[in-house]
């Protein structure tokens, strides 16, 4: 059991090490489950007589296999590459597993709207929502906010409003429109 157990912590000391312990299990736990649940409703929406249905619940068991694969490999480790893919995709940034997770959501719910469809869907797009979330860490205290937004003390108000204009459209070169040769 424990090593059971084992296949399912994320990992220590990686190249997410500054995200929170509870968000790591979160986005494991919402893969496995969000993957169950769309393989199962996939599942479901397959069983249909609408042709666009039964291919949006083979993708959606799809993707739920592929999430379940990457966020848990110890379920699938009868399979060889699982653990090579797994590995993988954990040294990836989370944005680009959040990505992952959000593309492999729409598909379904564009290609059939039922209820199992939704559901479906919904949990990879959980996922990829909670991915998301850690990729933007944590929200910064009040006084790191407030001193941000207000300037250096040592400014004096002319040179503060120069700092404060963009250097973006400083280089435009003035262009005469009716001097420009007519093409006939």
Not at 105 to 120: H, K, M, N
Not at 124 to 145: N, P, T, W
Not at 146 to 163: G, I, K, Y
Request: aromatic share 12%; with cysteine.
């Amino acid at each position: 059991m424990q090593a059971f157990m084992d296949g399912f912590k994320p990992a220590e000391g990686g190249p997410h090490s500054d995200v929170p312990w509870w968000m790591r299990y979160a986005g494991k736990g919402a893969g496995v489950v969000g993957g169950g649940l769309a393989v199962f409703f996939g599942l479901s929406a397959a069983v249909s007589i609408n042709p666009f249905c039964i291919v949006a619940g083979l993708w959606e068991i799809v993707a739920g296999i592929l999430v379940i694969s990457i966020e848990a490999p110890f379920c699938c480790v009868f399979l060889d590459f699982v653990q090579k893919f797994s590995t993988f995709m954990d040294v990836r940034p989370l944005w680009q597993k959040a990505a992952v997770y959000l593309g492999l959501s729409f598909p379904g719910i564009l290609l059939c709207t039922s209820f199992s469809s939704i559901v479906a869907s919904v949990a990879i797009f959980v996922c990829a929502v909670l991915f998301g979330m850690q990729f933007l860490g944590k929200k910064a205290s009040r006084e790191e906010m407030m001193a941000n937004v207000q300037p250096p003390s040592n400014m004096n108000s002319a040179t503060r409003s120069d700092s404060m204009k963009s250097g973006l459209v400083g280089n435009i070169h003035v262009q005469d429109v009716e001097a420009a040769p007519a093409n006939p």
